[in-house]
Each structure stands twice: as structure tokens, then as C-alpha cells.
């Protein structure tokens, strides 16, 4: 399994932009597709945007679609998620997690999908 630490979230204003970050530690974080999730208060932990093995294919939700992306960087063992045009919508705690398969050339957006997770960032921003 991978183990992961999220990095890099704090308060920002609505249209400001913040960057994530999710080191990883492990021998399959280079074999395996990565992904970024939230959690509001009061609400279902969501899918926001996962990335391939390689990094050369990406999948977001339609709320985050234009303003976020996800890169990785394998030579790292890092995770990253650019956001930008923030909204307040966007507060929430966000997790990055490992899918639990290798090499899968098709990204999930369930959750039960990864089996690696984070403690989570708070990310909050202000109207």
C-alpha cells in the first residue's frame, strides 16, 4: 500500500487560488492511478479530479472542470492539485487516495475504488 500526507491547504478569498500537495511513500505510488477527493460539512465525501499511472490522462468532476488540475510527479512520489477561481463551494476537507489496483488505464471516481487515503487538508474560502 502507499502511504499518503496531504499538504498545503489554509484560508483563501473566493477567486484565489491555492495548490495541494500529497507525498507519497511506498513502492506502488509509480504503479498506480492517484486521485483527489472532499468532503463538506454535513455532506458525502465527493470525487474532484484522479490522474493515470503516468500522469498522461486526467478525470474531473464537472463542478471543478477549468479550474482545477491534477499532475503528478513520479520522480517525486508526489501528488498535486492546482485550484483555481476558487469558490466558496469549495470548502472542504480534502483527501488524496491511491487506486487499489495497478496500471488501470480507466480512472474511477467511487471511493471504495482506492484503498489508500490521506488524513486530509481543510481548505476554506471566504466569500
Known amino acids: 500500500q502507499v502511504q499518503l500526507v496531504e499538504s498545503g491547504g489554509g484560508l483563501v478569498q473566493a477567486g484565489g487560488s491555492l495548490r495541494l500537495s500529497c507525498a507519497a511513500s511506498?513502492?506502488?505510488?509509480?504503479?498506480?492511478?492517484m486521485g483527489w477527493f472532499r468532503q463538506a460539512p454535513g455532506a458525502e465525501r465527493e470525487f474532484v479530479a484522479a490522474v493515470t499511472w503516468s500522469g498522461a490522462g486526467t478525470l474531473y468532476a464537472d463542478s471543478v472542470k477549468g479550474r482545477f488540475t491534477i499532475s503528478r510527479d513520479n520522480a517525486k512520489n508526489s501528488l498535486y492539485l492546482q485550484m483555481n477561481s476558487l469558490k466558496p463551494e469549495d470548502t472542504a476537507v480534502y483527501y488524496c487516495?491511491?487506486?487499489?489496483?495497478?496500471?488501470?488505464?480507466?480512472?474511477?471516481?467511487?471511493?471504495?475504488?482506492?484503498?489508500?487515503w490521506g488524513q486530509g487538508t481543510q481548505v476554506t474560502v471566504s466569500s
Open positions: 511506498g513502492r506502488t505510488f509509480r504503479q498506480v492511478a
Open positions: 487516495a491511491a487506486d487499489q489496483a495497478l496500471y488501470r488505464r480507466a480512472l474511477r471516481t467511487e471511493g471504495p475504488e482506492y484503498n489508500s
